[in-house]
């Protein structure tokens, strides 16, 4: 017989006092009181949160029954602070889309991503990362953070829209920055239809990506292309009911895609980044091994697979530092989890941040160790306590894209130059959607 609930925190209420507690524990980098709450109630505690219900977890075993065993009975939430305010910008696209509607979009999503789409993307992709490296002056100070967004930003418009991002780019950053700030304080509270501040911005954020992607999809129904937009723009669901993405659910998609597609990818190698330039005998063989596999000639699809370290290296950073750093379910039925009951409509929260980091399943977990996810030893990990990318059915659709990137981004550019850190051995986390580094990661270029 399954337990009723399991332990946790005085209930937040909607008293000023108790709401103002929480908001100043959990504001910018939430971990540590996370991570005190686990040390008391255990892996998996109760958090009343206003109106909503929810269980948070950081145990292997939790994540399989959640993800895995009782998948059926766990679907995307769509009420809470946050997917209330992931709507307002991605709609029912593929990361928050539930049922039926979620199984047609990413039947028609996947051919986009199969090996033979990835290696065309990755010609476009090791253009751009040399550009990118090529574009690097002896001495130069980057802000590493900045660096990526605006490169990653560039790859997914250019490998998966056709599109030069350019003249667009002010407006991405601007709609990423509003929905960065959406996730925190009182005002993410407060009803969308207010004319706050903060509404404003995030309208305004709608309206410019509206704009840029809405003019992109009808100009490419209008004729055809190889890129994915144009594959969307034209798919039919011939196993499902006929048909193909009406204009606002193409829109949502798109929109899924050029955010989730750069934004999460662009935190991982500033990451990385950083990381490397705290450990240059690391850096140092990502460099022997881009050189041994490229040389200095462009890199080809077929070099992709032969980055073994490289890809540890990726691997071992998004473990530290995982971009997507929680993962939020809601049960649409009754559930058992960890032998406790999950009514129906509670949400589950899983830190992957805490599961990464725990020394249960990662001995020193604190350490930057590639070698974690070398073949000797990669067998060793316990089974579902790694998962920067989700797992089950809704694994993330670009994976194999993600790191196909980061890997010819890496290689490019530490084959040509290496990088010194400016800033703090430790960085401040920014953790709203995404765990990004507060203040930027200044560091000095060096041509080798």
């Not at 039919?236 to 999460?264: K, N, P, Y």
């Amino acid at each position: 017989m399954p337990l009723v609930r399991p332990p946790g925190p005085p209930p937040v209420t909607y008293h000023p006092l108790s709401l103002l507690t929480h908001l100043r524990r959990m504001a910018g980098d939430p971990t540590e009181e996370v991570a005190r709450r686990f040390d008391r109630y255990g892996d998996l505690y109760r958090l009343r949160f206003l109106d909503r219900e929810v269980y948070v977890t950081r145990h292997p075993e939790h994540i399989q029954q959640v993800l895995i065993t009782a998948a059926d009975r766990f679907g995307k939430p769509r009420e809470g602070v946050v997917a209330r305010q992931l709507r307002r910008l991605l709609g029912d696209g593929l990361l928050l889309s539930d049922g039926e509607l979620w199984r047609k979009q990413r039947r028609l999503i996947q051919p986009s991503f199969r090996k033979d789409r990835i290696d065309q993307y990755a010609r476009i992709v090791a253009t751009l990362a040399e550009q990118f490296a090529l574009g690097l002056a002896d001495g130069q100070q980057v802000e590493v953070g900045h660096s990526m967004t605006d490169l990653t930003l560039q790859i997914v418009s250019k490998a998966l829209f056709d599109h030069d991002v350019a003249g667009d780019r002010d407006r991405v950053a601007g709609a990423t920055r509003a929905f960065r700030k959406a996730f925190g304080g009182l005002s993410a509270l407060l009803p969308p239809t207010l004319p706050t501040p903060h509404n404003r911005a995030i309208n305004r954020a709608v309206a410019d990506l509206d704009a840029l992607i809405y003019g992109l999809a009808d100009a490419r129904r209008r004729g055809a292309g190889l890129d994915l937009l144009s594959a969307l723009a034209g798919a039919i669901d011939d196993e499902g009911d006929g048909t193909g993405m009406s204009r606002r659910q193409l829109r949502d998609e798109l929109v899924t895609l050029l955010l989730a597609g750069h934004e999460t990818t662009s935190h991982a190698l500033s990451w990385t980044f950083h990381l490397l330039a705290q450990h240059p005998e690391l850096e140092a063989r990502v460099r022997h091994e881009a050189m041994s596999v490229l040389g200095k000639r462009k890199p080809e699809p077929g070099d992709v697979d032969k980055l073994y370290f490289t890809e540890q290296v990726l691997n071992e950073a998004m473990r530290l530092y995982p971009p997507a750093y929680a993962l939020a379910r809601v049960a649409t039925r009754e559930a058992e989890v960890g032998g406790y009951t999950v009514p129906i409509g509670t949400d589950v929260l899983i830190w992957i941040y805490h599961v990464h980091r725990d020394p249960r399943w990662f001995p020193e977990p604190g350490r930057f160790d590639p070698d974690r996810f070398s073949p000797a030893r990669r067998g060793t990990i316990a089974p579902f306590a790694y998962l920067p990318f989700g797992l089950g059915t809704r694994t993330c659709i670009g994976k194999h894209f993600a790191l196909m990137e980061a890997k010819l981004v890496l290689a490019c550019t530490l084959r040509r130059v290496s990088l010194t850190s400016l800033g703090a051995d430790t960085p401040a986390r920014d953790m709203a959607v995404t765990l990004a580094p507060r203040g930027g990661l200044p560091m000095r270029v060096h041509v080798l």
